[in-house]
Structures are given as structure tokens and as C-alpha cells.
């Protein structure tokens, strides 16, 4: 997993030298330009006044697998741009953290474990640690697609055996107010360890952006809006 940020918005002409809440502040006033510490930022906070926050965009690079992207896709008022399997080889597969479910929650998980399994193949079955199954299992699958390629099977068929664990890099750009909505529901801890682990960087990377903003809520933890 990594995330970076990207791209952001900045002003032009007397907003040029602005930072991105004080574009914020300077929006709610339409243009007035005024130094008050933040104070405007933390009345709007406050007040759940969100719309001035609609006019700011961050852009972030995210590597992840597809299972995860797919998770973060779900998010229809952010915008998206992911590698295609069509046009580009799969280089590589994430890392799979084997976790128990969760006793109550069907939604979650629990520790971290690797329990045995029975692991086939054309020279007969053995017993062997799940971690290392699916050692097996992703090399036959990189094998077979491989081959698949080779033969000149076309990526978008070749593409179809490919796991959920398949690396993939996407873009995620969004205003400032969908953002803290994406924060809202994923930083929870509820959410699956790898989604939470993607927003908590985002919300690492905005903080730095957006200082007084994101240290007004109580981002870390979900449920804040």
C-alpha cells in the first residue's frame, strides 16, 4: 500500500498566494481576503457549514490491490482513474494478511493467524500452512496468465484469472467536503484493515494540507460528520 498526494487546487490572480484553507475562508467570504488564525475555518467546522469546502480538490496516487479499490470505487462522489488490465501486464500481487472472523461482526475481522490446509496439485496433497497455499496458488495463477499471454490470448481474456490480490494503482481526486465523507465512514473501525490503513494516510496527507481543518474533527476515528 502506498499513498501520495498528487495534485491539489490553487488560486490564480489575488488567490495565487494563498494556502488551501485559506482559499477556504477566502470562498466564504467571496474573495475577501482576511488573516483571522483560522477562526472562520472553525466556525464553518463548527457549524457543519461544508459547502465552501466543495471548492477545493485533492488529487492522490494510490497502489493497492483490486479487491481494495473496488471498495474505495463505492465512493461515487469522488472521481477515479485506475490501470487497466486491458492494455497493461500484471506485474505483481499484494501481500495477503490472513485474519480470523470476526465472532459478531460479519463485516470484520479479528487477529491474525495461519491455520493449515490442504494444498493439491498433480503430484498429490499435503498438509501446509495457509500462507503458503496460497504461495502456491498465486504462482500457478502468474504461471497460467503468463502462458496465456504467450500463446497471444489478448490481456482482456487473459486478464480474467487474475485474483483480487492483483497489484493495481489508481488516482483519487475529490473535493475537500467528499473527502472528509470518505474519512468519515472509512476511518472507522469497522472497515477492512487495508481500506482503513488507505484513508488514515489520506487523512495524514490532508492534515498537513489542511492543519486546522482536520484538527478541529476527530478524524482518526470515523463518525465525524
Request: glycine residues 6%; charged residues 25%.
Amino acid at each position: 500500500m502506498k499513498v501520495e498526494l498528487v495534485g491539489k487546487t490553487v488560486g490564480v490572480g489575488k488567490y495565487g498566494k494563498l494556502t488551501s484553507e485559506e482559499m477556504v475562508s477566502a470562498i466564504a467570504r467571496h474573495g475577501t481576503i482576511k488573516e483571522d488564525g483560522g477562526k472562520l475555518v472553525k466556525y464553518l467546522m463548527d457549524n457543519s457549514h461544508w459547502s465552501p469546502l466543495q471548492h477545493i480538490t485533492f488529487s492522490f496516487k494510490i497502489q493497492t490491490s483490486r479487491a481494495i479499490s473496488a471498495q474505495i470505487f463505492r465512493h461515487r462522489s469522488l472521481h477515479f482513474q485506475e490501470t487497466s488490465q486491458r492494455y497493461q501486464q500484471i506485474q505483481s500481487f499484494e501481500d495477503i494478511e490472513l485474519r480470523k472472523e470476526h465472532t459478531t461482526n460479519r463485516q470484520s475481522s479479528e487477529e491474525v493467524f495461519n491455520p493449515t490446509t490442504i494444498y493439491d496439485d498433480c503430484f498429490g496433497s499435503g498438509v501446509v500452512t495457509a500462507s503458503k497455499h496460497i504461495e502456491y496458488v498465486l504462482r500457478d495463477v502468474r504461471n497460467a496468465y503468463e502462458e496465456l499471454l504467450k500463446a497471444g490470448v489478448a490481456r482482456e481474456c487473459a486478464r480474467m484469472i487474475l485474483p483480487m490480490c492483483s497489484s493495481t494503482t489508481i488516482h483519487v481526486t475529490g473535493t475537500l467536503r467528499d473527502l472528509l465523507a470518505f474519512l468519515n465512514v472509512r476511518c472507522g473501525t469497522e472497515t477492512q484493515k487495508e481500506l482503513r490503513e488507505i484513508a488514515l494516510e489520506m487523512g495524514n496527507i490532508l492534515e498537513k494540507e489542511v492543519p486546522n481543518i482536520m484538527n478541529i474533527i476527530d478524524w482518526r476515528k470515523g463518525h465525524f460528520m
